[in-house]
């Protein structure tokens, strides 16, 4: 019924919609019936919709890995989800029985997601900035900027339910929203890992943040991998949303006390000294829990999704885990071939251009499994973090570059560089969500069917 009547008829879901049935032979029958009220002239309308529509798919699909099978798969997809996290069903109750009713109805559910996304990459990236630039900490972060980051946190996590919520009130839960919402939430992961090290002091010693860096994102990866192994979505009583709720309290509960008071006096083992020499404290037991957690989720996750061997599809998921493996290694590499003067006054841009490879992991594994395609074995989320491997190898450990000019010269490789997998990746994330929109004949943040004009 779907391919037939939603997207080329919609004056026939129209007139379905809101309505209740219980058997498919009512499911017809009502088709059927609206059907003949349909008049010739609309007809005609859906039928030159529709074939507009797809030569606009034909034309995107030059520069999208998504074949016309894959836009035809997508049409048929069906979001499937087992099991909900204990803090994540009171966020989706209040969402659904208290946000939701207050916004318009106009209002698209991809735009809820979209505006919780910016507000918490703004404060985020505020954050970052006030204690990034300075690896090594020779300043405190203000206690505001941890408070609104722990608002836009709490906010994102309350429109990341009700876009849910207003996409059944409106009647536009579509694959494209599947792909909004856990592409966003892709993003915002890693942010909040950042934030993570920022807050706990994980970073004051390089190795501890490159460690909970590459352990959380591949968590996540590996995750939706998962997913595009089995063909559904499954959750935990403690999951991702619990986790973010102990990253808002524990950023309020540093707020009030500032982040190196909390780990220099109040929470500091004094009498335990490493054999390094260094004074023992939390950031250290911290660490070593998160690390435990993320190989347990790693290896738990790498076991189910070898155990499969293959998608649903008959696909190998050898490809998607190379992908996590090399990535993961690159971002070693750099951290071990790079110069402390560099993560000194770079770090956040160094994290961000690691960070995106991931992200556009995430996406593709979401592409794959909505489509039902196979995971590209290579694509240009493995091209910007190489390059900035082997442009610190060659400028910090050999002798190819004077020594006067190798900062000048990596501090321009290392912006161009983002730039590029900055720019790569809005491409490939608007390619790919324009030509979905059009296949699915919907507006990407409009409720309203797709038209000519």
Not at 172 to 184: I, Q, V
């Amino acid at each position: 019924m779907q391919d037939g009547f939603d997207f080329l008829f919609p004056q026939v879901m129209k007139n379905l919609c809101r309505h209740r049935f219980h058997s498919t032979e009512e499911i017809v029958k009502a088709c059927n019936t609206s059907l003949m009220a349909v008049c010739e002239a609309s007809i005609s309308s859906g039928i030159r919709i529709l074939v507009y529509r797809w030569q606009k798919c034909k034309d995107i699909e030059s520069v999208s890995r998504l074949t016309t099978e894959d836009l035809t798969n997508i049409l048929g997809h069906q979001y499937k989800v087992q099991g909900k996290g204990i803090i994540e069903r009171r966020i989706n109750a209040f969402a659904a029985d208290v946000v939701v009713p207050r916004l318009p109805q106009w209002l698209a559910p991809n735009s809820i997601t979209v505006i919780g996304f910016l507000v918490h990459a703004f404060f985020a990236m505020v954050l970052m900035c006030s204690r990034f630039h300075s690896y090594f900490y020779t300043e405190e972060i203000k206690s505001a900027y941890l408070i609104l980051y722990a608002i836009s946190l709490l906010f994102y996590q309350i429109m990341d339910s009700a876009d849910g919520a207003q996409a059944k009130r409106t009647g536009n839960s579509t694959p494209l929203g599947e792909l909004m919402d856990h592409g966003c939430d892709a993003m915002t992961m890693c942010f909040v890992i950042n934030t993570l090290s920022c807050i706990f002091r994980l970073s004051f010693f390089l190795y501890r943040h490159i460690t909970i860096f590459i352990l959380l994102n591949s968590c996540f990866c590996l995750t939706h991998l998962l997913s595009y192994t089995r063909g559904f979505v499954s959750f935990y009583s403690i999951d991702a949303i619990e986790g973010q709720w102990a990253v808002i309290i524990f950023t309020l509960i540093v707020a009030y006390t500032g982040v190196d008071s909390l780990w220099d006096e109040i929470l500091q083992f004094s009498n335990l000294v490493f054999v390094v020499g260094r004074t023992l404290e939390w950031g250290d037991i911290l660490f070593g829990v998160i690390v435990l957690i993320g190989v347990i989720v790693i290896l738990r996750n790498v076991f189910l999704i070898l155990n499969q061997r293959t998608t649903t599809e008959g696909y190998s998921v050898l490809p998607p885990l190379v992908a996590v493996l090399y990535t993961s290694v690159i971002a070693v590499i750099c951290t071990m071939s790079g110069e402390l003067y560099f993560y000194k006054f770079m770090f956040s841009v160094t994290m961000l251009i690691l960070m995106i490879p991931y992200v556009k992991i995430t996406w593709l594994l979401l592409i794959s499994y909505i489509s039902k395609s196979e995971f590209p074995f290579w694509d240009t989320y493995l091209l910007y973090n190489t390059l900035l491997a082997i442009a610190q190898l060659i400028i910090f450990n050999t002798g190819f570059v004077v020594n006067f000019l190798k900062y000048s010269i990596f501090f321009y490789a290392v912006y161009i560089l983002l730039t590029l997998a900055i720019l790569d990746f809005i491409f490939f994330a608007y390619t790919n969500i324009r030509l979905m929109a059009i296949a699915l004949g919907i507006s990407v943040f409009k409720v309203k069917q797709y038209s000519l004009s």
